[in-house]
């Protein structure tokens, strides 16, 4: 079976993957809340699992998944409505009713990491670094984005993709439908929504650390429900994923 882990590579089987021009994947996602029925790696096992996939199809190799993330504070409009006054001070998905905190690193130590782990690979020898992130804040995908900007000169590219697409089929949010959905495919150790309480009683936004765009405008809970999730979706929605980071690879490095 082809080798696709680096730290699994003998050192002339990734110089003939700089050769052959094949990238090398860098996942990168969070630790987390993810509400009671979700393990805190949602994010990371996400992006690993599709950099994986992508690699077998593709060829290169997935670099160790960095289970970093960051994080701003929310805004008034944001905080109500998730049903919050407006005032409170929350950063990301650690609403006061959470039984553990998420670790979020400060966004410039944040783009620190990154910034050498980049440099590392371009000493190392290579030209052509994706970086699959499975975070959805918006100052993690901005630091990403910035960084493959400034490094991506001559023959050199680099290429930020977020894990999760719009028009999966699914409606998006965190630690909702789709999240589970997921994780109930590719690491069913990580998704139990038995924790959860039974469908009739509704999982109200402040309540359970979820979020999504749906929901209800008085009453703030969750409209894409975790509780609806299945193997089966999940699957669905990781083949999705992987054949779009396909055809942006291919369509970048024309591979």
């Keep these: 079976m082809k080798k696709i882990k680096f730290e699994e590579m003998f050192p002339d089987e990734l110089i003939k993957f700089q050769k052959e021009g094949k990238p090398v994947y860098l996942p990168v996602g969070s630790m987390e809340w993810h509400s009671v029925h979700l393990g805190m790696g949602v994010d990371t096992i996400h992006a690993e699992n599709v950099a994986l996939e992508v690699a077998k199809k593709l060829g290169g190799a997935v670099f160790p998944a960095l289970y970093i993330g960051t994080e701003s504070m929310r805004s008034p409009e944001s905080l109500r409505r998730l049903g919050f006054q407006g005032n409170e001070k929350i950063k990301g998905m650690d609403f006061p009713k959470n039984s553990l905190r998420s670790c979020y690193w400060p966004p410039e130590l ?24 499975g975070h959805g804040a918006a100052n993690q995908k901005d630091i990403i984005q910035n960084i493959c900007e400034e490094y991506s000169q001559g023959d050199v590219r680099l290429l930020s993709i977020m894990v999760l697409f719009q028009d999966c089929g699914v409606g998006l949010g965190h630690a909702g439908l789709a999240e589970t959905a997921l994780m109930e495919y590719l690491c069913p150790e990580a998704a139990d929504t038995g924790r959860l309480p039974a469908k009739a009683e509704k999982l109200f936004y402040r309540d359970y650390g979820i979020a999504d765009a749906g929901g209800h405008d008085s009453e703030h809970f969750v409209h894409y429900d975790p509780r609806d999730a299945t193997a089966e979706l999940g699957q669905k929605m990781f083949q999705f994923e992987v054949k779009r980071c396909e055809e942006i690879i291919q369509k970048t490095f024309h591979l």
């Design 110 to 133: 944040f783009r620190n990491i990154i910034t050498m782990q980049v440099e590392q690979l371009l000493i190392m020898g290579f030209q052509r670094i994706v970086i699959l992130n």
